[in-house]
Each structure stands twice: as C-alpha cells, then as structure tokens.
C-alpha cells in the first residue's frame, strides 16, 4: 500500500508505460500514414482520370519492390543497427507522402510510387526483429499479439481518415498527413531508442511460453505457417484491392462492401487477442489448428461464390478474419521464436505475404475479366487455400517421415 503513495513507484509505473507505448506506436502510426496514401491514390488517380488498370500496374510495381527487397533489407538489418534502418524507412515515406501532391500524371506516379514498396520493405523485417529483441525472450507471444493489434488498427482507420479527408478541391490533405505520421513514427523510434531496454526474464515459477521443440521441427511449422500465410494474403488481396470493384459491379452499395471489411478487420483484431494468451500456447506447434481454420476458409469462400447474402457474407468475412489472424501470427511468431536471424527471417515473412498480395488481385482480376465471370475470383480463392494444404500435408509428413 505503502508503494502507491510513493513518487518513484508512480515515476517508475509511467516511465515503463510511457516505454511500452513508444514501442508499439509506430507500427500504428506507419500503417495509417501506408494505408492512408493507397487509398487516396485510388481517389486522386481518379481525380486525374487514370484507368483503374493503370491503378492495379502501379501498386503491383510498388508490391514488386516490397517482395524483391524485404528479405535482402531484413538481412540488412541483422548486421547494422536496426534503429538507422527504421529511420530510413520513415524518411523515406515522408519524403514520397510530400512528393505526391506533386505528381500530375501517370509518369510522375511510376516514378515515385516504388518508394512506399522500398520503405515497407525496410520497415517491417527490421522493426519485427528489433521488436523480438527490444524486451528479451520472455514474453515474445504478447509482444507479437500487441504488434499485430496495433497494425491492425492502423490498417483499419487509414483508409476511414483518407475517405473523410478527400475532396476534389483539395485532394492533397491525406498525403500531407501521412507525411506527418512518418515523421511521428520517426520520433518514437528515436524517444525509445533513448531509453535502455527493459530485459525481461520467464520467472522459474511460471509457465514457460512454450516448451521449445528442436530446431527441425520448428523448422517445419515455420514452412507450414509460410505456406498458409501465403495463401491467406492471396485471398486478403482479392478481398481488399479486387473486391470493391467486383461487389459493385454485382449491386451492392459500396458501404455493405465497407461493412463486410470493418467485419473481417474487427474479428481479425479479436483473434489476435486469444492468439496472445496463454492459453494459444497449446496451439503452438501442432498442424490441425492450422488446419482446421484453412478448411473454414475454403468453405467461406464457396459460400461466398455460391450465395450472395449480406448476412451469410458477414459471418463469412469473420471467418475469413480469423483465418488470417491465425496464419499471420503462426509465420510470425515461428520466425521470431528462438532464431538469431530475426531480420532475415521477418524479410522473408513479409517477401512471402507481399507476393501473395502481389498474385492474388493480379489472377482474380484476369479471370474476373473471362468468361467466368465478377464471382469467379472467390472460387478462385478457395482453390489456392486448398492448393496451399495439399503443399503443406506432404511438407508435414515428409518431416514426419525423417523423423522417424
């Protein structure tokens, strides 16, 4: 009782907040600033009269950048200090965000639009592995929950602000804003950087996170778990980049299409919740969770290609959440857990994820496009699930035979 009335106790108390917050806080700040400029680009290449195919060209060229140069600039990030990648990654989003108004053809576009796929890239390899490393190994299953909570969020309220802030008369206010939020996030970089880091230790008393399996079994769940997120960020980019205009084109309002998403993102951030407790743990490092949410997701999307019902769609779109948020936080969490490269292994994380960003609109417009029809690309999202658990059953049982 005594601690509460004392000054250093509350001092303290804050400064391990205030330490904490600055963690985190970046990883909202630079998905509102990343998110907030794609979605005004969509509205201002509109405002400039560029086609939608241009559009689907330019962010495939800055996806490009992304996949090439995360692993390369994760690696990177393991041999110098990772905090001066972190600052080049913002600088350089900031210089892009005030560079766009500029921009008043499609040319000016090309050129500057790899510049969010290179920050991005030097961005998360890099902030994931100084995550793992920034407050020891003992929690590493909250901090991954905490990170992917925050992000996110940020994916979520970029394009709400970029929506409420364009207007034809003044198209420029989200990029001046992303602007602002990189060099925010710059400056919680460097406000944490000032401080040491806190090194915490799993108490003897306590459960451990996991009981660690040996090095080839974690190797395999880590190439199952890429397998499955690839193919989760496959179908996340049909839903996100391809699926405004598919929905549209099939008669529904633009705010059920929004609705269905804040669904998918809401339930995606609950998950993300339970993945962090204690009690996901027992899901750690066994094939049929992963499974099982794969199938669910299969099923999600032939009865989103077979039925068209708001309701049934938003109880889909949770499932799909869920899906997601168990497939990211299993490559993750298996990348960072008990690995010296954790810059190598993130770059390759997010290369993998971003090629299936990259595939997916890219396939699912080309067949939207055929004679199959605006509702084809779901169907075609249920196959690649399913083509990613056939890869990742013989990659299970040809582990299991070597075992033996």
Not at 172 to 184: G, K, V
């Amino acid at each position: 009782m005594r601690q509460l009335w004392s000054g250093k106790f509350w001092i303290t108390s804050a400064t391990k907040t205030f330490q904490l917050f600055t963690v985190y806080l970046p990883v909202l700040l630079i998905d509102l600033a990343f998110s907030g400029i794609i979605t005004n680009t969509s509205f201002y290449t509109s405002y400039l009269g560029l086609s939608s195919t241009f559009l689907g060209v330019l962010k495939a060229v800055m996806t490009a950048f992304f996949v090439v140069l995360a692993i390369p600039f994760g690696r990177l990030s393991d041999r110098i200090e990772r905090r001066y990648v972190l600052y080049m990654a913002c600088l350089i989003l900031g210089a892009v965000s005030i560079g766009l108004p500029y921009c008043r053809n499609s040319t000016h576009l090309m050129l500057i639009f790899p510049g969010i796929g290179i920050s991005m890239a030097l961005f998360w390899p890099a902030y994931e592995a100084w995550l793992a490393e920034r407050e020891g190994e003992g929690k590493l299953i909250q901090r991954v929950m905490l990170f992917n909570i925050f992000w996110s969020i940020g994916v979520t309220l970029g394009p709400a602000l970029s929506s409420y802030l364009y207007g034809d008369t003044n198209p420029f206010r989200s990029f001046y804003l992303a602007a602002i939020f990189s060099l925010l996030t710059l400056v919680t970089i460097v406000a944490n950087s000032l401080q040491a880091p806190a090194i915490t230790e799993t108490s003897p008393m306590e459960p451990s996170e996991v009981l660690y399996p040996p090095l080839s079994v974690r190797t395999t769940y880590l190439n199952l778990a890429r397998c499955a997120n690839f193919a989760s960020w496959f179908v996340l980019g049909v839903l996100r980049r391809l699926a405004p205009k598919l929905t549209k084109e099939m008669g529904m309002a633009t705010s059920t299409f929004g609705n269905l998403m804040l669904t998918l993102g809401g339930i995606q951030t609950l998950a993300f919740f339970v993945l962090g407790t204690g009690y996901s743990t027992r899901w750690h490092y066994r094939f049929a969770p992963m499974l099982i949410v794969q199938l669910l997701t299969i099923l999600s999307f032939v009865g989103i290609w077979s039925l068209q019902n708001t309701p049934l769609w938003t109880f889909l779109f949770g499932l799909i959440g869920v899906s997601a948020a168990f497939t990211y936080f299993s490559s993750l969490y298996y990348g960072l857990d008990r690995h010296a490269d954790k810059g190598n292994k993130s770059g390759w994380h997010e290369g993998i994820l971003g090629l299936g960003i990259l595939l997916g609109p890219l396939l699912g417009g080309v067949l939207a496009d055929s004679r199959f029809g605006t509702k084809s690309p779901y169907l075609l999202c249920a196959v690649a699930i399913a083509i990613a658990i056939v890869i990742e059953i013989f990659v299970y049982f040809t582990a299991t035979r070597q075992v033996d």
